[in-house]
């Protein structure tokens, strides 16, 4: 071969690889650059709708944005717990009319030896829900120590995982603020030791991890990490009231749980569970469930919509 070619060969090779580079730069990148995690699906509390009947609550929470509805199934709920066999189905019917699969549903579940807690799963797994929050414990009587409480917790956590693994369900116990027992992380901790990590875990609130956490929430957020299956999201600020310092609730990005830093470590960690968006501040009585409100239900569906594209905002920026 003269100079001549393969001076000509040389630069038709040069060229072609040039014509191949955008497309090996995108491919080294999507290799070696960083997974963006995908936004979680955002399901809207119930009990903010309860207003509503089904098909108007599903209706509303699709137009709105909503990926699906967190339905409260417990006393004074969306569906009453000795109704879930009659009334359980036509909410799910709603549901998928608009275009919504069942998912997740708030119980005051609390012991597998229950029936009405038996039946209650029995049905919902039926009708293709995965996930429950169950109910909160309290230490009530002067008769048992902290450490016997947590001894009987345990076990009946246990008993509820088992249930739900023959329903292939997956139960949460709340972190909540206050005098419940899971008020802190290292007790909800303790009480999940005996039961099936594959079905009972936490339903992580970093609005309650920060009232009672404050500068350490992120150890209790550490520790439990693991076992988280959903999470909540809403806002809190301290205010001083009478005299007194209350946690006040603040639409979402108001208050003092810091969003950034937590979805940062929920993304560092992979952890992309449902979301359930809670409306805890004053919305003429949504914020507590009401059925008849005393506001015009519009300021209830701004509220929510505002805060979901909030929740939204916080996850991509993080």
């Known amino acids: 071969m003269n100079s001549k070619t393969s001076r000509r060969t040389f630069v038709k090779n040069m060229a072609l690889t ?86 997740m549903f708030c119980t005051a579940v609390e012991d597998a030896r229950n029936p009405v807690d038996k039946k209650l799963l029995e049905t919902a797994a039926k009708l293709g829900f995965e996930y429950y929050r169950m109910n909160w414990y309290r230490y009530q009587g002067e008769n048992k120590s902290i450490p016997q409480f947590l001894d009987e917790y345990r076990d009946k956590i246990a008993g509820l995982s088992q249930l739900n693994k023959k329903h292939n369900l997956v139960g949460c116990y709340q972190n909540h603020a206050g005098r419940w027992c899971g008020a802190t992380m290292f007790e909800i901790w303790e009480v999940l030791k005996k039961a099936d990590p594959k079905h009972m875990g936490v339903q992580y609130d970093l609005r309650h991890a920060t009232v009672e956490g404050g500068l350490s929430w992120q150890t ?67 914020n507590h469930g009401a059925t008849t409100l005393s506001v015009d239900k519009q300021i209830v569906y701004d509220a929510m919509k505002r805060d979901l594209l909030k929740t939204k905002e916080l996850w991509e920026r993080a």
């Open 220 to 286: 209790g957020l550490e520790l439990i990490k693991p076992q988280i299956k959903t999470i909540v999201v809403k806002d809190t600020i301290w205010e001083k009231k009478n005299g007194k310092m209350v946690a006040n609730n603040v639409p979402l990005g108001q208050g003092m749980a810091d969003f950034d830093t937590y979805f940062k470590i929920l993304k560092k960690a992979n952890i992309q569970v449902p979301i359930s968006l809670h409306l805890e501040y004053d919305l003429g009585g949504a």
């Open 18 to 103: 040039g014509s191949m580079l955008p497309f090996l730069s995108k491919d080294l990148m999507a290799q070696n650059g960083p997974t963006l995690a995908p936004m979680p699906r955002i399901n809207i509390f119930s009990k903010h709708l309860q207003f509503l009947n089904y098909q108007d609550m599903a209706q509303v929470a699709r137009e709105l944005g909503f990926d699906g509805v967190d339905l409260t199934i417990r006393p004074k709920g969306h569906v009453e717990p000795e109704r879930v066999e009659d009334d359980l189905p036509k909410a799910v019917e709603a549901m998928k009319m608009a275009g919504m699969k069942p998912s």
